[in-house]
């Protein structure tokens, strides 16, 4: 889902169109740097904070309400508009960031300091030329992407959406491989472009001090970009046994469904089988994957329908979680001026969406809700955007937003962890909670998005690094990025690499659009570690799968001693607020899928006998 914060939007991995607006800073030196050659006082840096947070909170302010407006009245004046107010953002931006090298040295106080470092965290171009070449080649890979189509004949041509439903539904192979390969022979036609886009990318890196973009992207995260790449790694290492015991099994089913012609006992298993143009979340394979017994008749789907369920009784549904946390009912403005259901009289933008409109309380959230249990997750995701806003409008500007940007998209999948049998009992939405024997079945079909995503969220960035970095060549792209998703994720290509020529990175939307990918990995961790800490606050001591701490006043005090801190400490600290621990850790994921391990390697044991008669 999206979130905006910071004239920026991240999204999560579900949407098919998240998009962020990069550091694209239209500012030159000479409009930032009137900085005289005398040396510059803490009482200087003191007032160019000030004055900085004062105009970008004004600013901020107003391309939010002009990009809200843009995308609940889709017209080409709205776009103008928004775009507008979206550049004098950016501008103020830009000059801030270079203005703030000027105090570099400074010994400011840790909380002028930690600003100071934060305006610097972005790309600059000095030449007004690389800033328009740059949102040139910007704007051509979004539309290169977006306008993307097969055309298996002249007059039938496939956008991705039709070609990810054929992969969703369809057991045919040879039509699986078609539109697989079908949609990565469009990305080449925007290789070149990506390849100057990197190049000019890492210009604007450089004038702000980092060696490439990667670098720069791992320096956002309180620790030198070496040491975050190393705890990536780490927290792999830790997962893995999980994701691969998640893979063996999957491999046996595939095997059963296509033959040992089409998938091997032993190597890497062709992408195009996992239901998922990017083989990234496998839900789709959940009928031939789930257990032959034991899963729930129970349909929340259908219990909503039934009950004629609207999109305002959805949110209140989700209002009320946190509320019983101990936390504020949501503004009356939010009812007044939230887009929760699809307008009969104009096209919105339909992706879900939580936005804080100024300093204050205005928050809202966009979302076109249906009575679904997915909408029914999804809403109260959204609302742990909101409520992460709330509890740090008292914040300074500069640390109004998430620790890092994977706690915001955690929030909300904590609080969608806490959606239990248990919990829709309470509510009045499920009579009886089922078996303990469908814990097994739901299980899994969690871990076919939250545990098979993982080594993709985190290959993805590893091999922009390399790019970024030179280490990879544009003629070794499909090279490297295969290596890597055989290593990370057991996959191969289903169909010999393109040559030099290839782009496979390209076909998925966060490259073409430069979208940071770490965030998606963070938030899946941190999501279960946020809530072993909330269900330990509640004095749970159950299966952790099992907890929910819907009306727990406790855990709800202590997450809100979390999102109160902002951006304003490091996120090692605000993580140490909720959980007492300063490390991301991935046991509290496999302490949460422990009962489905132990079921994976049962039935691997099984069905490898199976294979050996």
Same mark, same amino acid.
């Given at each position: 889902m999206t979130v905006r914060y910071l004239a920026n939007k991240t999204s999560r991995e579900r949407s098919v169109t998240p998009k962020i607006i990069s550091a694209l800073l239209a500012c030159t030196f000479a409009a930032a740097g009137t900085a005289s050659a005398a040396k510059p006082t803490v009482a200087e840096a003191e007032r160019f904070l000030a004055d900085t947070e004062t105009k970008l909170n004004k600013l901020n302010n107003e391309q939010s309400?002009?990009? !809200?407006?843009?995308? +609940?009245?889709?017209?080409?004046?709205?776009?103008?508009?928004?775009?507008?107010?979206?550049?004098?953002?950016?501008t103020a931006s830009g000059e801030a960031a270079i203005g703030a090298r000027r105090f570099n040295g400074l010994k400011l106080s840790p909380e002028s300091a930690r600003k100071m470092m934060l305006l610097q965290q972005t790309l600059v171009f000095a030449d007004p030329k690389e800033r328009e070449q740059y949102a040139?080649?910007?704007?051509?890979? +979004?539309?290169?992407?977006g306008k993307a189509k097969y055309c298996p004949t002249p007059d039938n041509c496939m956008a991705l959406g039709d070609m990810e439903k054929v992969l969703a539904t369809s057991h045919d192979e040879a039509k699986l491989k078609e539109m697989w390969t079908g949609w990565h022979a469009q990305s080449p036609s925007y290789k070149q472009k990506y390849t100057e886009y990197v190049e000019l990318s890492n210009k604007g890196a450089k004038q702000m001090g980092f060696a490439d973009t990667?670098?720069? !992207?791992?320096?956002?995260?309180? @620790?030198?970009? &070496?040491?975050?790449?190393?705890? @990536? &790694?780490?927290? !792999?290492?830790?997962?893995k046994p999980l994701y691969d015991s998640l893979l063996t099994y999957t491999r046996y089913k595939l095997r059963a469904t296509y033959g040992p012609d089409v998938v091997p006992l032993e190597g890497p298993i062709p992408s195009h089988l996992f239901g998922n143009m990017w083989s990234q979340n496998w839900t789709n394979l959940y009928p031939l994957l789930k257990p032959a017994t034991g899963a729930s008749s129970y349909d929340l789907t259908k219990v909503l329908e039934q009950r004629k369920t609207d999109a305002k009784q959805m949110t209140r549904y989700a209002e009320g979680f946190y509320t019983s946390l101990g936390m504020q009912k949501l503004p009356a403005s939010f009812w007044e001026r939230s887009l929760l259901t699809k307008p009969r009289d104009r096209d919105v933008v339909c992706h879900a969406s939580a936005w804080p409109l100024n300093e204050k309380d205005d928050v809202r959230i966009k979302m076109?809700?249906?009575?679904?249990?997915?909408?029914?997750?999804?809403?109260h995701h959204e609302l742990g955007h909101v409520y992460y806003f709330l509890a740090y409008t008292k914040q300074p500007f500069l640390f109004r937003n998430g620790a890092n940007d994977g706690f915001h998209e955690a929030i909300g999948d904590t609080v969608a962890l806490s959606i239990t049998p248990s919990y829709l009992k309470q509510i009045g939405l499920m009579d009886q909670e089922p078996d303990v024997n469908a814990d097994i079945p739901q299980l899994l079909e969690r871990a076919l998005s939250k545990v098979a995503i993982l080594p993709f969220a985190y290959s993805v960035d590893k091999w922009r690094w390399d790019v970024y970095a030179g280490k990879t060549k544009p003629a070794d792209y499909d090279k490297s990025w295969w290596?890597?998703?055989?290593?990370?994720?057991? @996959?191969?290509?289903?169909?010999?690499?393109?040559?030099?020529?290839?782009?496979?990175?390209?076909?998925?939307?966060?490259?073409?659009?430069?979208?940071?990918?770490?965030?998606y990995f963070l938030a899946d961790m941190l999501q279960f570690q946020f809530h072993r800490a909330l /269900?330990?606050?509640?004095?749970?001591?159950?299966?952790?799968?099992? /907890?929910?701490?819907?009306? +727990?006043a406790k855990a709800g005090a202590k997450l809100q001693q979390m999102l109160a801190l902002g951006a304003s400490k490091p996120w090692p600290e605000a993580l140490k607020a909720i959980s007492g621990e300063d490390k991301i850790d991935g046991n509290a994921l496999l302490e949460y899928f422990a009962p489905l391990k132990t079921w994976l390697d049962q039935q691997n044991a099984a069905l490898a006998a199976a294979e050996k008669k």
């Open positions: 309400r002009a990009a !809200w407006v843009g995308s +609940n009245f889709i017209t080409d004046d709205t776009e103008g508009i928004a775009s507008y107010f979206a550049e004098r953002y950016l040139q080649l910007q704007a051509a890979m +979004n539309g290169a992407y990667g670098v720069m !992207w791992r320096s956002q995260y309180d @620790m030198p970009p &070496e040491a975050f790449a190393a705890e @990536m &790694e780490r927290l !792999w290492q830790q997962v076109c809700i249906t009575p679904t249990a997915e909408d029914f997750t999804v809403i290596q890597l998703r055989e290593q990370y994720m057991g @996959m191969k290509r289903p169909a010999p690499i393109n040559g030099v020529t290839g782009f496979d990175a390209g076909a998925k939307y966060h490259v073409a659009a430069d979208v940071p990918y770490a965030r /269900c330990r606050e509640a004095g749970y001591t159950g299966p952790l799968n099992r /907890c929910s701490v819907y009306g +727990n």
